[in-house]
């Protein structure tokens, strides 16, 4: 009975660990792919980050219980991308939380804000990421696919 005790101590130990490793933050600024990156919405509220290991998704821009505005991210996802992509995902969650939930329009921000901060200063960049966004399945939730979504994005980022 003691040692099915200490086993069941373990285990619910072991299972807690899990919880804990799985739900990250929040945190206010994360490195992705080697940037530091924060989001602020619309109404000049800063956006409380989350990470989540098991979100079925790349991110999510959604607000907490109490109305604040989150972007949850899984970091093995956004890892599947290179570094300017990856930014590109954060930003467009960002985007969320100042242009509402049109996915273009969450996309066109989000490489503004790119080009603005810096981290797409050349065509060429401009291009191979254009190339990697176009290889995107669209979705019923309203994303482009992924052709016209390069197409849009790299508009967006030239006007
Ligand atoms: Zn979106």
Redesign the pocket.
């Known amino acids: 009975m003691r040692i099915m005790t200490s086993i069941l101590a373990v285990t619910a130990l072991l299972c807690s660990q899990v919880t804990v490793a799985q739900i990250q933050g929040p945190m206010y600024q994360v490195n992705v792919s080697g940037l530091p990156m924060n989001c602020t919405a619309y109404n000049n509220q800063p956006v409380a980050i989350f990470f989540n290991y098991r979100l079925n998704n790349v991110g999510i821009?959604t607000n907490h219980s109490n109305g604040a505005p989150i972007i949850v991210l899984n970091p093995n996802v956004v890892g599947q991308f290179s570094n300017t992509v990856a930014q590109w995902w954060f930003a467009?969650?960002c985007a969320?939380h100042n242009t509402g939930p049109n996915?273009t329009k969450?996309d066109c921000y989000a490489v503004q804000q790119l080009v603005r901060n810096g981290v797409i200063r050349h065509p060429e960049q401009l291009l191979s990421f254009s190339r990697e966004l176009a290889t995107l399945p669209g979705s019923p939730m309203g994303?482009l696919p992924g052709p016209y979504r390069a197409k849009n994005i790299v508009n967006c980022a030239l006007y």
Request: proline share 0%; hydrophobic share 30%.
């Open positions: 821009a467009h969650e969320h996915e969450a994303h």
